[in-house]
Nanobody, 117 residues
Framework: QVQLVESGGGLVQAGGSLRLSCAASGSPFSLNAMGWYRQAPGEQREFVASITSSGTTTYANSVKGRFTISRDNAKSTLYLQMNSLKPEDTAVYLC???????????WGQGTQVTVSS
């Protein structure tokens, strides 16, 4: 079992920044592939960014150049630095873990990000 707890969401004006955190427990964090997803009201959940256990990152085109995903294995924590935020970034942001030993993904409860214009 893996437990994930997101934090750092909030209300910010367009052009502002936020840093999301995802604290993980229950599995050796360094072995997890990790990712951020988001879901706006009435929309499907969409991929935002991911990072492998070796540190390789991938981004959705919509956030490339504005968001940065990173991980601190010593703290078992995943981060998402979000800059130049836009109203269309408004969503619940969820953290996902895929341990190397698991055939399934684990999800956190999410943190709300609201960007006002």
């Amino acid at each position: 079992q893996v437990q994930l707890v997101e934090s750092g969401g909030g209300l910010v004006q367009a052009g502002g920044s936020l840093r999301l955190s995802c604290a993980a427990s229950g599995s050796p964090f360094s072995l997890n592939a990790m990712g951020w997803y988001r879901q706006a009201p009435g929309e499907q959940r969409e991929f935002v960014a991911s990072i492998t256990s070796s540190g390789t990152t991938t981004y959705a085109n919509s956030v490339k150049g504005r968001f940065t995903i990173s991980r601190d294995n010593a703290k078992s924590t995943l981060y998402l630095q979000m800059n130049s935020l836009k109203p269309e970034d408004t969503a619940v942001y969820l953290c996902k873990a895929r341990p190397s030993w698991s055939p399934v993904d684990y999800w956190g409860q999410g943190t709300q990000v609201t960007v006002s214009s």
